[in-house]
């Protein structure tokens, strides 16, 4: 699975949009881009993916850029209860076989702040 | 989405002593669930994956007598941390994928996680 790199932390007005970016520059053909948020002592909670069309759900937006090597997680307007930290992940979509486990990183800690 | 239900939350035991965590996917069936550990300030770590009706799958350095692993259903797995010691004092989450006729739509859901303390 590619490797993707983030930025350690960011800081979000509350009612803001908050933007995360998650560089994946060797993302392959098959591999889709997912986006899961862990709140302080909490499993991980999924949020989005996508393979190269932008995705919109109830929670956020998904960008990815044409090229397939960055994508970009919008939280429209975030709130307080949106600080976590957030991974970005690339692997290929499965049948939810041995090949499907989440390689995770050490992601974006968002604080959303008042 | 989907629910996956872990419990105990929280267990604290003495050293020597085994301890058994359960994961159940309450509204999908699982072919595969998944067992991670994360330490403080870490992130998480796959241990091993959990295949119904056959053997667990263990990650490089993860002790498979150590960490017993039962998948006894399509909604049931179950991770015994035997003879637990402090160091064994974690933070474990299971993870269930559900299924789809797409593929596309394969995702993976993850359990709110057990707080292991080993006295």
């Known amino acids: 699975d590619a490797k993707t790199t983030q930025p350690t932390s960011m800081d979000c007005a509350e009612g803001r949009a908050a933007n995360l970016p998650c560089n994946h520059s060797?993302?392959?053909?098959?591999?889709?881009v997912y986006w899961y948020r862990q709140i302080h002592s909490q499993g991980p909670q999924y949020i989005i993916h996508?393979?190269?069309n932008n995705e919109t759900n109830e929670m956020a937006s998904l960008i990815i850029t044409e090229d397939r090597k960055s994508s970009t997680l919008i939280l429209p307007h975030a709130t307080l209860r949106d600080t976590a930290v957030y991974y970005c992940i690339v692997r290929v979509a499965d049948y939810g076989g041995s090949q499907g486990n989440l390689i995770f990183g050490k992601g974006t800690k968002l604080s959303v702040k008042p | 989405g989907a629910v996956v239900s872990q419990h105990p939350s929280r267990v604290i035991c003495k050293s020597g002593t085994s301890v058994k965590i359960e994961c159940r996917s309450l509204?999908?069936?699982?072919?595969?669930m998944f067992w991670y550990r994360q330490f403080p300030k870490q992130s998480l770590m796959l241990m091993a994956t959990?295949?119904?009706?056959?053997?667990?799958?263990?990650e490089q350095g993860v002790e498979k007598d150590k960490f017993l692993i039962n998948h006894a259903s399509l909604t049931l797995s179950t991770l015994t941390v035997t003879s637990a010691h402090p160091e064994d004092s974690s933070f474990y989450i299971c993870?269930?994928?559900?299924?789809?006729?797409?593929?596309?739509?394969?995702?993976?859901?993850f359990g709110a996680g057990t707080r292991l303390s080993v006295l």
């Open positions: 060797t993302i392959s053909g098959n591999e889709y």
């Open positions: 996508g393979l190269k």
């Open positions: 993870s269930a994928s559900k299924q789809v006729t797409r593929v596309t739509k394969n995702i993976q859901y």
């Open positions: 959990s295949n119904e009706g056959s053997k667990a799958t263990y």
């Open positions: 509204d999908f069936q699982a072919t595969t």
